[in-house]
Protein backbone atom coordinates (compact mmCIF):
# COMPACT_ATOMS: atom_id res chain seq x y z
CA UNK A 1 0.00 0.00 0.00
CA UNK A 2 1.14 3.34 -1.10
CA UNK A 3 2.29 5.67 1.49
CA UNK A 4 0.57 9.46 2.12
CA UNK A 5 1.75 11.75 0.08
CA UNK A 6 3.44 14.80 2.40
CA UNK A 7 4.39 18.40 1.16
CA UNK A 8 7.08 19.91 3.87
CA UNK A 9 8.01 23.75 3.02
CA UNK A 10 11.47 24.33 4.52
CA UNK A 11 11.11 27.21 6.65
CA UNK A 12 14.63 27.72 5.42
CA UNK A 13 13.31 29.58 2.43
CA UNK A 14 10.89 31.84 4.50
CA UNK A 15 10.95 35.79 5.34
CA UNK A 16 12.76 35.00 8.83
CA UNK A 17 11.45 38.57 9.75
CA UNK A 18 7.83 37.36 10.31
CA UNK A 19 8.73 33.64 10.76
CA UNK A 20 5.76 33.46 12.47
CA UNK A 21 3.29 34.48 9.72
CA UNK A 22 5.22 32.49 7.39
CA UNK A 23 4.69 29.11 8.87
CA UNK A 24 0.55 30.06 9.96
CA UNK A 25 0.54 30.99 6.03
CA UNK A 26 1.87 27.44 4.70
CA UNK A 27 -0.86 25.67 7.34
CA UNK A 28 -3.14 27.65 6.07
CA UNK A 29 -2.26 26.44 2.49
CA UNK A 30 -2.32 22.90 2.88
CA UNK A 31 1.08 21.57 3.89
CA UNK A 32 1.42 18.99 6.06
CA UNK A 33 4.83 19.29 7.48
CA UNK A 34 6.96 21.98 8.46
CA UNK A 35 10.32 21.49 7.82
CA UNK A 36 12.99 23.06 10.19
CA UNK A 37 16.93 23.18 8.68
CA UNK A 38 18.84 23.36 11.05
CA UNK A 39 22.61 24.27 10.17
CA UNK A 40 25.32 25.19 11.98
CA UNK A 41 28.51 26.82 10.04
CA UNK A 42 30.45 23.38 10.20
CA UNK A 43 28.92 20.76 9.09
CA UNK A 44 27.08 22.70 6.13
CA UNK A 45 28.36 25.90 5.23
CA UNK A 46 25.60 28.53 6.45
CA UNK A 47 23.98 28.96 9.99
CA UNK A 48 20.14 29.30 10.15
CA UNK A 49 18.78 28.81 13.68
CA UNK A 50 18.57 26.96 16.95
CA UNK A 51 16.26 25.53 19.38
CA UNK A 52 15.22 28.69 20.63
CA UNK A 53 14.00 30.12 17.77
CA UNK A 54 11.98 27.05 16.48
CA UNK A 55 10.43 26.79 20.19
CA UNK A 56 9.22 30.39 19.50
CA UNK A 57 6.97 29.20 16.28
CA UNK A 58 5.83 25.78 17.38
CA UNK A 59 2.66 27.43 19.39
CA UNK A 60 1.75 29.26 15.83
CA UNK A 61 0.81 25.82 13.83
CA UNK A 62 -0.16 22.49 15.20
CA UNK A 63 1.57 21.03 11.86
CA UNK A 64 4.09 18.35 12.64
CA UNK A 65 7.73 20.05 12.91
CA UNK A 66 10.18 17.60 11.14
CA UNK A 67 13.51 18.84 11.94
CA UNK A 68 16.23 18.23 10.39
CA UNK A 69 19.66 18.73 11.48
CA UNK A 70 22.55 19.60 9.72
CA UNK A 71 24.96 19.80 12.69
CA UNK A 72 28.08 17.89 14.07
CA UNK A 73 28.51 16.74 16.43
CA UNK A 74 23.94 16.56 17.02
CA UNK A 75 23.90 14.06 20.14
CA UNK A 76 24.33 17.58 22.61
CA UNK A 77 21.31 19.42 20.93
CA UNK A 78 18.55 16.25 20.73
CA UNK A 79 17.35 16.88 24.12
CA UNK A 80 16.62 20.52 23.23
CA UNK A 81 15.01 20.01 20.20
CA UNK A 82 12.94 17.57 21.69
CA UNK A 83 11.62 20.00 24.17
CA UNK A 84 11.39 22.88 21.90
CA UNK A 85 8.70 21.19 19.87
CA UNK A 86 10.23 18.85 17.03
CA UNK A 87 8.02 15.87 16.10
CA UNK A 88 10.67 14.44 13.76
CA UNK A 89 14.44 14.85 14.62
CA UNK A 90 16.56 13.07 11.62
CA UNK A 91 20.35 13.50 11.90
CA UNK A 92 22.69 12.81 9.76
CA UNK A 93 24.84 9.35 8.88
CA UNK A 94 27.78 11.35 8.04
CA UNK A 95 27.76 13.87 10.97
CA UNK A 96 28.82 10.93 13.82
CA UNK A 97 30.57 8.00 14.53
CA UNK A 98 27.47 6.57 16.85
CA UNK A 99 24.11 6.73 14.60
CA UNK A 100 22.46 3.51 16.43
CA UNK A 101 23.03 5.71 19.64
CA UNK A 102 21.62 8.67 17.82
CA UNK A 103 18.77 7.07 17.04
CA UNK A 104 17.81 5.81 20.03
CA UNK A 105 18.77 8.86 21.95
CA UNK A 106 15.62 10.43 19.36
CA UNK A 107 13.31 7.43 20.11
CA UNK A 108 14.41 8.11 23.77
CA UNK A 109 12.98 11.20 23.79
CA UNK A 110 9.33 10.54 22.60
CA UNK A 111 10.37 11.45 18.97
CA UNK A 112 10.12 9.88 15.56
CA UNK A 113 14.12 9.03 14.37
CA UNK A 114 15.07 9.75 11.15
CA UNK A 115 18.56 9.94 9.16
CA UNK A 116 19.93 11.54 6.06
CA UNK A 117 21.83 11.19 3.40
CA UNK A 118 24.31 13.63 1.74
CA UNK A 119 24.35 12.70 -1.97
CA UNK A 120 27.60 10.77 -1.98
CA UNK A 121 26.86 8.27 0.96
CA UNK A 122 25.56 5.45 -0.31
CA UNK A 123 21.70 3.51 1.01
CA UNK A 124 23.92 1.18 2.37
CA UNK A 125 25.24 3.22 5.18
CA UNK A 126 21.98 2.87 6.73
CA UNK A 127 21.07 -0.70 6.33
CA UNK A 128 21.83 -2.05 10.47
CA UNK A 129 19.41 0.52 11.37
CA UNK A 130 16.55 0.28 10.11
CA UNK A 131 14.78 -1.07 12.83
CA UNK A 132 15.58 2.04 14.86
CA UNK A 133 14.04 4.27 11.69
CA UNK A 134 10.67 6.55 11.32
CA UNK A 135 12.19 8.06 8.12
CA UNK A 136 15.14 8.48 5.90
CA UNK A 137 16.03 11.50 3.96
CA UNK A 138 17.60 11.78 0.79
CA UNK A 139 19.73 15.11 -0.13
CA UNK A 140 19.27 15.89 -3.54
CA UNK A 141 21.71 18.35 -3.88
CA UNK A 142 24.60 18.96 -0.91
CA UNK A 143 23.21 20.34 2.04
CA UNK A 144 24.02 23.97 3.21
CA UNK A 145 22.03 26.66 0.98
CA UNK A 146 18.44 26.45 -0.72
CA UNK A 147 17.69 27.31 -4.79
CA UNK A 148 20.17 24.07 -5.56
CA UNK A 149 20.04 22.42 -8.69
CA UNK A 150 18.36 18.59 -8.57
CA UNK A 151 20.88 15.78 -8.78
CA UNK A 152 19.09 13.50 -10.65
CA UNK A 153 21.32 10.59 -9.68
CA UNK A 154 19.55 10.22 -6.55
CA UNK A 155 16.54 8.89 -8.63
CA UNK A 156 18.74 5.46 -8.34
CA UNK A 157 19.36 6.13 -4.35
CA UNK A 158 15.39 6.72 -3.86
CA UNK A 159 14.80 3.31 -5.55
CA UNK A 160 17.08 1.63 -3.31
CA UNK A 161 16.04 2.62 0.38
CA UNK A 162 12.38 2.18 -0.90
CA UNK A 163 13.23 -1.63 -1.80
CA UNK A 164 14.92 -1.77 1.19
CA UNK A 165 12.25 -0.66 3.55
CA UNK A 166 9.55 -2.47 1.85
CA UNK A 167 6.83 -4.00 4.94
CA UNK A 168 8.50 -1.59 7.16
CA UNK A 169 6.48 1.58 8.76
CA UNK A 170 9.52 4.60 7.21
CA UNK A 171 8.58 7.36 5.57
CA UNK A 172 10.96 8.49 2.44
CA UNK A 173 11.83 12.09 1.94
CA UNK A 174 13.17 14.07 -0.37
CA UNK A 175 15.35 17.28 0.06
CA UNK A 176 16.89 19.91 -3.00
CA UNK A 177 15.35 20.96 -5.87
CA UNK A 178 12.06 20.16 -5.60
CA UNK A 179 10.16 21.63 -7.96
CA UNK A 180 6.65 20.69 -10.23
CA UNK A 181 9.24 19.08 -12.47
CA UNK A 182 11.43 17.18 -10.36
CA UNK A 183 8.57 15.99 -7.74
CA UNK A 184 6.86 13.07 -10.16
CA UNK A 185 10.00 11.80 -10.71
CA UNK A 186 11.19 10.99 -6.77
CA UNK A 187 7.45 10.10 -6.46
CA UNK A 188 7.85 7.63 -9.20
CA UNK A 189 11.69 6.14 -7.47
CA UNK A 190 9.68 6.16 -4.12
CA UNK A 191 9.90 8.60 -2.40
CA UNK A 192 6.34 9.98 -0.44
CA UNK A 193 7.85 13.00 1.50
CA UNK A 194 8.20 15.97 -0.26
CA UNK A 195 10.96 19.09 1.31
CA UNK A 196 10.78 22.16 -0.72
CA UNK A 197 11.86 25.77 -0.06
CA UNK A 198 12.17 28.49 -3.00
CA UNK A 199 9.35 26.68 -4.90
CA UNK A 200 6.73 27.17 -2.33
CA UNK A 201 7.85 30.38 -0.54
CA UNK A 202 8.15 32.45 -4.04
CA UNK A 203 5.52 34.65 -5.32
CA UNK A 204 3.48 34.81 -2.12
CA UNK A 205 0.52 32.32 -3.05
CA UNK A 206 1.77 29.30 -0.65
CA UNK A 207 -1.45 27.57 -1.35
CA UNK A 208 -1.38 28.00 -4.87
CA UNK A 209 2.18 26.78 -4.91
CA UNK A 210 1.44 23.72 -2.63
CA UNK A 211 -1.45 22.64 -4.78
CA UNK A 212 0.93 22.66 -8.15
CA UNK A 213 3.44 20.87 -6.18
CA UNK A 214 0.96 18.24 -4.82
CA UNK A 215 -0.95 17.78 -8.59
CA UNK A 216 2.58 17.23 -10.13
CA UNK A 217 3.33 14.41 -8.14
CA UNK A 218 0.36 12.84 -8.90
CA UNK A 219 0.40 12.84 -11.89
CA UNK A 220 1.70 10.15 -12.71
CA UNK A 221 1.44 6.52 -10.47
CA UNK A 222 4.43 5.87 -8.09
Do not use: C
Not at 18 to 31: F, N, P, S, T, Y
Not at 143 to 166: D, H, N, V, W, Y
Not at 199 to 220: E, V
Amino acid sequence: MARPLIIAPSILAADFSRLGDEVRAIDKGGAEWVHVDVMDGHFVPNITFGAPVMASIRPVTKRLFDVHLMIAPADPYLEQFAKAGADIITVHAEAGPHLDRSLQSIRALGKRAGVALNPATPASAIAHVLDRLDLILVMTVNPGFGGQAFITAMLAKISEIKEMTRGRNIDIEVDGGITAETAPLVIKAGANVLVAGSSIFKGGDYAANIKALRGAATSISA
